[in-house]
């Protein structure tokens, strides 16, 4: 008996990484149909004076939001046994302001409604920030310690396929219209958070967590928390992500489009994602082997020496080769940040250092975008 369950812990759970990866999934997509609306949204309703503002809200509620979650996601944790109360209020939360978006829409509300939109859109990025980290944290209670990059790899999979076939979705999402898109988005998100709840609480019942609660306890002055090297792994994983999104679709578009034939930085961008989720898995069979510190390390070396050089260098045959290596380099540092980042906390902060992690990352895409917005 006592085998077997020291082999079950040495297993990745996978219903419950599938049943994360898919809630994963979710957010993505919801993500994309709110970048893809909110803009229209604001030209409709004749609220465009809002979009600044909007978008600084925007950068400023996913910077502080998700140590807040976290917070609370390890209250509940220790009150509750485990986090899913919290998850469950932030997912409902959202879809709630799925649907009324959805059904305000198909009532054609008029000028009523130009000055609930803002509100809308700051709740509805609230609601997102609220879940996400106390959800991804959850990574560790479904995966021991040495399969996290692994675990990873399949979230960094699902992300970069869904980032990828982004043109397909939007079509969808411009097909349905405004009031079905989030109306299934709203669907969408509760049935994934309900998925995961449910199998969470299969796998991990109150008093298996308050027997942890008792582990964490008493191991919580043996590590501590190591909050500002946790913030800068997030900004290590986000300065490059912000600018792969933001930056490298307009520069590639341009380095490489007498080589490419005028193919589009989009376009590039998809490849990019498609090939990085292509390798996922077999990166984190290299982070294993080499560890998740010296991974992190030398792939964020190279990232800053591949883009520096991609903003420098005018050959376009020598950009392809520094961009296929930024994308080995940025898949091994998406598979190793946030389990590092895991492994630096203490087991009673768990969540709340996922929450600094996440903020890290948000940080450069907000700055980003509120430059380029100026």
């Not at 990484?17 to 030209?43: D, E, F, M, R, T």
């Not at 998700?66 to 485990?82: E, F, M, Q, S």
């Amino acid at each position: 008996m006592v085998q077997t369950l020291h082999h079950e812990k040495n297993q990745i759970h996978w219903k419950q990484l599938w049943s994360l990866a898919c809630l994963y999934g979710a957010v993505v997509i919801g993500w994309i149909a709110y970048q893809n609306y909110q803009p229209k949204l604001l030209v409709k309703f004749a609220v465009t004076d809002f979009s600044f503002l909007l978008l600084v809200f925007q950068g400023i509620i996913l910077v502080v939001t998700p140590p807040i979650a976290g917070r609370l996601g390890d209250r509940y944790r220790v009150n509750n046994g485990h986090r899913i109360p919290i998850i469950m209020t932030g997912i409902s939360f959202a879809a709630m302001v799925f649907m009324a978006v959805a059904f305000t829409l198909l009532t054609d509300p008029g000028e009523a409604f130009k000055w609930i939109l803002p509100i809308l859109i700051v709740c509805w990025l609230i609601a997102m920030s609220i879940f996400t980290s106390p959800a991804l944290s959850t990574l560790e209670l479904f995966t021991p310690i040495d399969k996290l990059p692994e675990a990873m790899a399949i979230l960094t999979i699902v992300a970069n396929l869904i980032y990828a076939l982004e043109p397909v979705i939007v079509d969808i999402i411009d097909y349905l219209g405004a009031p079905i898109t989030f109306m299934a988005g709203g669907t969408v998100l509760f049935l994934s958070g309900y998925a995961l709840k449910r199998n969470s609480l299969s796998l991990f019942s109150q008093q298996d967590d308050k027997e942890q609660q008792t582990t964490f306890e008493s191991s919580k002055d043996s590590q501590k928390s190591k909050f500002l090297k946790i913030f800068f792994l997030g900004l290590g994983l986000g300065i490059p992500t912000a600018i792969l999104f933001s930056v490298f679709p307009e520069l590639l578009g341009q380095k490489l489009s007498v080589l490419l034939n005028g193919l589009s930085g989009k376009i590039i961008l998809v490849y990019i994602l498609v090939l990085s989720a292509l390798i996922s898995l077999p990166a984190s069979n290299l982070v294993n082997k080499a560890g998740l510190e010296k991974s992190f390390r030398l792939s964020l070396i190279f990232i800053v020496i591949c883009i520096l050089s991609i903003f420098l260098i005018q050959s376009a045959w020598m950009v392809i080769f520094l961009v296929a290596v930024f994308t080995v380099m940025f898949t091994i540092l998406s598979v190793s940040s946030l389990p590092l980042a895991i492994r630096s906390s203490s087991h009673v902060q768990k969540v709340f250092c996922v929450g600094i992690f996440f903020s890290g990352v948000a940080l450069p895409d907000g700055i980003l975008a509120v430059l380029q917005a100026m």
